[in-house]
């Protein structure tokens, strides 16, 4: 039996663990409608072995969080008394519990107050992770979360096809709402739909994809610009960008890394272009010494040191993500059946929230190699003469 995550090894909690000596404790996490919505989505159709909505739950947990196929669900559910079925009858009933398992993770999420505002702001992350089917070789499914921040819980979590790929064009966003998003959203038409939505956004760029211009409408050289900051400057520059012949202002906010963090990743990108057979570019490595961010909110509201704090939040769905990829093996898919796979995914989002709860870790994370707080204020570097 495998841990279901490292900081579960800590607790002595193992995967099946949650479907057996820990069940009680997960089911008094679970909405206190959990018969009534698993009838209302019609997940419980033939009460023959199964009889509740706790024993549907159970052995959908089973076989997704613990990666059984549907013959060692059935065995593990005649040994435990849960019910004897054959392989058929798992399938049967695992393929209705899909949208019920789907709500069950809103009803979760919901519970545990999604509209908190962080820092004052109301704030979702967004990111995407692809998921394969058995001897797939490519992308087969993207799970979409969003991630509260006050939390530090997922707060939405959509699942789509293989086309629908890491952009903010996908997503509507509310009048007000600020949204986190990584290097792989840092698309100018996806940053303008925020904006022309009423949004906001804190975003980190890629060097070479997001040309920027200064206000007065000349190219912006960003890692020229970038390379007038000392170690821990931070630079805040008015900057703007174009889609469709329209302007939209924001600002270009940044931070030299230390030496060691800058290292680590050239290290990546030079692995990373190894692999591919290429060498990287030189503007690559130099603007790895660098994080950077562009957003929309004004200085007062959101000072360059807070947008990148807010920025280094955005971490925690990446955390998220690797913890159910890498741990609670989300990487790859059992089934085929579009019905089966969405019911083994909402299976592993839903164990893994319950491993968040049970093991209650609090994760941290500088990309930028060091911690802002406590310290003096720190020096913001001006946009050179010209540029």
């Not at 939040?313 to 969405?342: C, G, N, T, V, Y």
Request: glycine share 8%; net charge positive.
């Amino acid at each position: 039996m495998k841990p279901v995550c490292g900081f579960a090894i800590l607790l002595g909690m193992e995967n099946r663990a949650i479907v057996e000596s820990d069940w009680q404790a997960v089911l008094n996490m679970m909405p206190m409608d959990l018969e009534d919505s698993a009838r209302a989505k019609l997940a419980l159709r033939r009460r023959r072995e199964i009889r509740c909505a706790s024993d549907l739950l159970r052995l959908a947990l089973a076989y997704g969080l613990c990666d059984f196929s549907l013959r060692q669900t059935a065995a593990w559910a005649a040994l435990t008394g849960l019910g004897s079925l054959s392989d058929s009858a798992v399938l049967k009933r695992l393929q209705h519990a899909d949208k019920w398992l789907g709500y069950l993770i809103l009803r979760w999420l919901q519970d545990r107050g999604l509209t908190t505002s962080v820092p004052g702001l109301w704030v979702r992350i967004v990111d995407a992770t692809g998921v394969s089917e058995p001897g797939s070789k490519g992308t087969d499914w993207r799970v979409h979360l969003g991630l509260d921040l006050a939390q530090q819980r997922l707060a939405t979590v959509e699942l789509g096809g293989p086309q629908e790929g890491e952009t903010l064009r996908r997503h509507d966003f509310s009048p007000g709402e600020t949204v986190l998003a990584d290097r792989g959203y840092s698309q100018r038409s996806g940053v303008a739909k925020v904006l022309e939505e009423g949004g906001h956004l804190v975003v980190r760029l890629n060097w070479q994809n997001f040309p920027l211009e200064t206000r007065e409408g000349e190219p912006l050289d960003i890692v020229r610009c970038l390379e007038t900051l000392d170690q821990g400057e931070i630079g805040d520059w008015d900057v703007q960008f174009r889609v469709d012949g329209r302007i939209y202002s924001v600002r270009l906010v940044a931070v030299r890394k230390t030496e060691a963090a800058a290292a680590a990743e050239q290290k990546r990108i030079r692995q990373g272009k190894r692999s591919k057979g290429r060498q990287p570019h030189p503007q690559a490595l130099r603007a790895a010494h660098f994080v950077f961010v562009i957003t929309d909110w004004d200085r007062e509201t959101l000072p360059a040191v807070e947008a990148l704090e807010l920025y280094r939040l955005r971490w925690q769905i990446e955390m998220a993500f690797k913890r159910m990829k890498s741990l609670l093996h989300l990487d790859h898919l059992r089934a085929k059946d579009p019905a089966l796979a969405r019911t083994y995914l909402y299976a592993k989002i839903l164990g893994a929230l319950i491993v968040d709860e049970l093991c209650g870790e609090a994760l941290a994370f500088f990309p930028w190699g060091f911690p802002f707080f406590p310290q003096a204020r720190q020096p913001l570097a001006r946009l050179p003469s010209g540029r």
